[in-house]
């Protein structure tokens, strides 16, 4: 059937699970931003500000439309539809569901991410409508074929690296040249990871990420990927547009974020093991 | 000439034809009714070769060609608490009229309320975790025409109900009729083995209308998914009965009770499964399990695919000298497999397996290996090859039956 590894676009909705606990401390950082001049502050409290940023949804739904750009510009696309929902005593659950190609639609994924551990995940496959408990821990293949490995699009958590070389500067390319970032490096906890290192450019003013390039465990500058439109839905922003560019193979991948809903009310049971067959 | 025949007029599917209409019509009512229909379908030509010509005169030389059809059409309310699917489905044959059959996979509507959920109607559900045999899954008769590994089902009228509470999920269902197997027919391959009248013999004094009652309850633990059930029922293998004064055979289907269990481990890149059950009701009682597990290498070949592992060891304790008991091919047997998943954009796929019977030092090997050729089409070529089996084997049944099967589906 389908190759297992299909999995994880969802993760990147859960929320930062630190920044969950975190949301009265993320009052705390507002203020003392107004007294602290920003060179004070470390790489990561401006991972942790990034993170509280983005908390509080407690639910939400998107599409997701991803076009895979070979080096000769030859592309192809997928359509999935995912929802996730904020856990405050555990990690955050979510569901894919595969719409595009053909062949995988109805293709359900089920994620329990944990605050600490393995994730676990869950595949429905509609032809033999047969639920399976898959292996999470293979952090560094790539989703659906594309330049996205799982845990680039995994939520950005604060506890999930290390951090330094805090500085400000212009964002750069593609972004308004007036345009001020906080730019720092984090390197990933995870032995399973496949990045010695990324730099990271967060804007001084939404505390929004913009930037990432990643260093592969060669060191080399494997990967960047860009965040486009960012646009304001109630208290949260999204982007609606990510570019993720691979260096070294000249392969692109796009995704574009639609019809973003929020707050629908989703509760626990609708993302168990047992609602999977029949989320359409 | 003979596929333009099969297409026209199918034997099997004589007399219900309306049946065939029938997505259409629901078809118009869905676009009438507007939002909220979601279809997908396939049309699937597929080829079967076998390596060797068949043993009866009767029985086709190698080649076989079929095409076969499935439409799911799909309705939710706005706010996801009811909801109807239709999947019709069909298969024509150019030359086993028998092979020709339409099914209606699933005809339901679905309930949802708070933690209850019920659904009534034609139905198709899973039990199970391992991978070289489907010991457990029982609601659904298996569909022989299509292929011989026990992944296509007929759909099985049911209601069903069940209940999501923080401890697991109970869910029980009343099965009203049941579904009998169907067999090949004289120029058919892969059959029991005997010719077969169709009219099949009961155990039960209710016949197909035995009321058949399944409740499972399943449940996740950590790094463990756990399921058991209990089902009183008619079996839904047969074993076949010599009518007197003739050279055919009866399907005869007794009734069983049995108790099933799966567990599935999965920790990093582990997954340790085991199936098991204890049935009574065909002369003595007797267990059976299928257990192993799956490793994953991944990133192999710089990254380009994941490499799998799997072992399966099975046992099944019943009585094969007593006619009461249906056969089994896996009373004490090894599986192992290979499972190679490319990162390519068509999804490559290949599983490579071998089966051995360690009493009678038989093997058998499967071969599947799919892609995606386009958004829209996707091929498959799956291979079963039969070693030549003692006489007294269970396997003698596919002896001179080793194939390949290619399909090439197109999805709409």
Partial sequence: MLNYKTTALQKYLRPARWAVKSLALSSLFVALSVQVNAEVLSAEHIAQRVDAADSGWQDEEVKARMTLYAADGRSVSREIRSRSLEVSDDGDRSLVVFDQPLDVKGTVFLTHTHDVGNDDQWLFLPALKRTKRIASSNRSGPFMGSEFAYEDISSEEVSRYTYDDLRSAACGEPFAAERQCHIYNRYPVDKSSGYTRQQVYVDQEHYRLLKVDYYDRKNSHQKTLTRNDYQKFGNYWRANQWVMQNHLNQKKTVVEWSDWKFSSGFQLRDFERSALSRYR | ?412
């Fill in chain 2, 1 to 412: 000439m003979k596929f333009v025949r099969a297409v026209l007029a199918p034997k099997s599917l004589r007399g219900e034809f309306p049946l065939l209409l029938l997505p259409f019509i629901l078809c118009l009512a869905g676009s009438a009714a507007g939002q909220g229909w979601q279809h997908k379908g396939k049309l699937v030509p597929e080829w079967r070769y076998f390596l060797e010509s068949g043993k009866t005169p009767q029985a086709l030389d190698h080649s076989q060609a079929s095409l076969r059809a499935e439409v799911e059409l799909d309705w939710q309310s706005e706010n996801g608490k009811q909801a109807i699917r239709f999947t019709p489905y069909v298969r024509l044959d150019t030359e086993d009229s028998e092979r020709s059959h339409i099914d209606i996979r699933e005809l339901n509507v679905q309930f949802r309320e708070g933690d209850w959920q019920l659904s009534a109607g034609i139905n198709k559900l899973y039990w199970g975790v391992s991978e070289s045999r489907h010991l457990v899954d029982i609601i659904n008769q298996t569909d022989n025409l299509d292929d011989i590994d026990g992944e296509d089902k007929l759909g099985q009228p049911m209601i069903a109900l069940s209940f999501h509470q923080d401890w697991g999920s109970l869910e029980a269902f009343y099965l009203p009729v049941f579904r009998e197997q169907k067999f090949p027919g004289p120029k058919g391959r892969l059959g029991p083995g005997v010719p077969l009248v169709s009219k099949a013999i009961y155990k039960s004094s209710s016949g197909k209308h035995h009321k058949d009652i399944a409740l499972r309850y399943s449940h996740t633990l950590g790094d463990f998914d756990i399921g058991a059930y209990w089902f009183d029922g008619t079996d839904r293998q047969p074993t076949f009965t010599p009518i007197p004064d003739s050279d055919f055979w009866a399907p005869t289907y007794t009734l069983i009770k049995q108790v099933a269990l799966d567990l599935q481990y999965t920790h990093e890149a582990w997954l340790w499964k085991l199936e098991a059950l204890r049935r009574e009701g065909q002369g003595d009682n007797f267990y059976a399990f299928v257990g192993g597990f799956e490793y994953t290498y991944y990133q192999m070949g710089s990254g380009r695919f994941d490499l799998g592992v799997l072992m399966e060891y099975l046992y099944d304790g019943r009585d094969e000298r007593d006619s009461q008991v249906p056969i089994t091919l896996f009373q004490n047997d090894l599986f192992l497999g290979l499972r190679m998943g490319f990162h390519d954009t068509q999804n490559t796929a290949l599983l490579a397996g071998v089966m051995s019977d360690l009493g009678g030092e038989e093997h058998s090997l499967m071969l599947e290996f799919e892609r995606r050729m386009s958004p829209r089409w996707f091929m498959a070529v799956e291979g079963r090859f039969f070693q030549r089996s003692r006489a007294s084997s269970p396997q003698r049944v596919f002896d001179g039956d080793s194939f390949l099967t290619l399909s090439v589906s197109r999805y709409f």
